[in-house]
Protein backbone atom coordinates (compact mmCIF):
# COMPACT_ATOMS: atom_id res chain seq x y z
CA UNK A 1 0.00 0.00 0.00
CA UNK A 2 1.48 3.40 -0.89
CA UNK A 3 0.49 6.40 0.88
CA UNK A 4 1.61 9.87 -0.35
CA UNK A 5 1.75 12.73 2.61
CA UNK A 6 1.67 16.35 1.13
CA UNK A 7 3.35 18.34 4.07
CA UNK A 8 3.57 22.52 5.17
CA UNK A 9 4.28 24.52 7.90
CA UNK A 10 6.69 22.94 10.60
CA UNK A 11 6.04 19.72 9.33
CA UNK A 12 7.45 20.35 6.21
CA UNK A 13 10.50 21.55 7.81
CA UNK A 14 10.77 18.28 9.98
CA UNK A 15 11.29 16.47 7.30
CA UNK A 16 12.91 18.58 4.90
CA UNK A 17 10.64 17.83 2.27
CA UNK A 18 7.44 18.95 0.98
CA UNK A 19 6.30 15.78 0.54
CA UNK A 20 7.09 11.73 2.08
CA UNK A 21 5.46 8.35 0.83
CA UNK A 22 4.99 5.35 3.19
CA UNK A 23 4.96 1.70 1.80
CA UNK A 24 3.01 0.13 4.08
CA UNK A 25 1.28 -3.58 4.10
CA UNK A 26 -2.42 -3.32 4.11
CA UNK A 27 -4.79 -3.00 5.50
CA UNK A 28 -3.92 0.08 7.55
CA UNK A 29 -6.07 2.83 8.85
CA UNK A 30 -5.28 6.45 8.50
CA UNK A 31 -3.76 6.60 12.16
CA UNK A 32 -1.16 3.54 11.26
CA UNK A 33 -0.12 5.85 8.36
CA UNK A 34 0.66 8.75 10.51
CA UNK A 35 2.37 7.54 13.17
CA UNK A 36 4.83 5.34 10.53
CA UNK A 37 5.25 8.62 9.29
CA UNK A 38 6.05 10.15 12.20
CA UNK A 39 8.51 6.94 12.87
CA UNK A 40 10.44 7.87 9.80
CA UNK A 41 10.95 10.98 10.67
CA UNK A 42 12.36 12.05 14.16
CA UNK A 43 11.87 15.63 13.80
CA UNK A 44 8.22 14.78 12.70
CA UNK A 45 7.06 12.88 15.81
CA UNK A 46 7.20 15.73 18.61
CA UNK A 47 5.23 17.73 16.37
CA UNK A 48 2.23 15.46 15.18
CA UNK A 49 2.14 13.10 18.17
CA UNK A 50 1.07 13.39 21.49
CA UNK A 51 3.41 11.33 24.18
CA UNK A 52 0.79 8.21 23.92
CA UNK A 53 1.13 8.32 19.76
CA UNK A 54 -2.15 9.88 19.26
CA UNK A 55 -2.39 12.60 16.88
CA UNK A 56 -2.50 15.73 18.14
CA UNK A 57 -5.79 17.44 17.80
CA UNK A 58 -4.03 20.57 16.20
CA UNK A 59 -2.71 18.89 13.34
CA UNK A 60 -5.21 19.38 10.68
CA UNK A 61 -5.68 16.54 7.55
CA UNK A 62 -6.98 16.98 4.60
CA UNK A 63 -7.64 14.35 1.60
CA UNK A 64 -9.01 15.91 -1.75
CA UNK A 65 -9.61 19.24 -0.49
CA UNK A 66 -11.51 18.04 2.34
CA UNK A 67 -10.67 18.81 5.78
CA UNK A 68 -11.21 15.51 7.79
CA UNK A 69 -12.22 14.72 11.39
CA UNK A 70 -10.70 13.11 14.02
CA UNK A 71 -13.23 9.94 13.00
CA UNK A 72 -11.50 9.19 9.82
CA UNK A 73 -8.59 8.40 11.72
CA UNK A 74 -9.76 5.05 12.39
CA UNK A 75 -11.03 4.25 8.73
CA UNK A 76 -9.30 1.52 6.54
CA UNK A 77 -6.74 3.07 3.86
CA UNK A 78 -7.06 2.34 -0.07
CA UNK A 79 -3.85 1.61 -2.05
CA UNK A 80 -2.28 4.95 -3.50
CA UNK A 81 -4.25 7.55 -1.50
CA UNK A 82 -2.83 10.85 -0.92
CA UNK A 83 -3.53 13.35 2.31
CA UNK A 84 -2.27 16.30 3.71
CA UNK A 85 -1.02 17.60 6.86
CA UNK A 86 -0.81 21.03 8.32
CA UNK A 87 0.41 22.29 11.89
CA UNK A 88 -1.63 25.46 13.19
CA UNK A 89 -0.10 28.69 12.06
CA UNK A 90 -0.29 31.53 14.06
CA UNK A 91 1.31 34.90 13.65
CA UNK A 92 0.47 38.50 14.48
Known sequence: MRIEFQLWGQLREA???PSATLTLPTPRTLNDAIVSLAGQYPGLAPRILNE???IRASILIFQDGQQLGPDALGRLLENDT??????????G
Open 52 to 54: DKS
Open 15 to 17: VEA
Open 82 to 91: SFTLMSPIAG
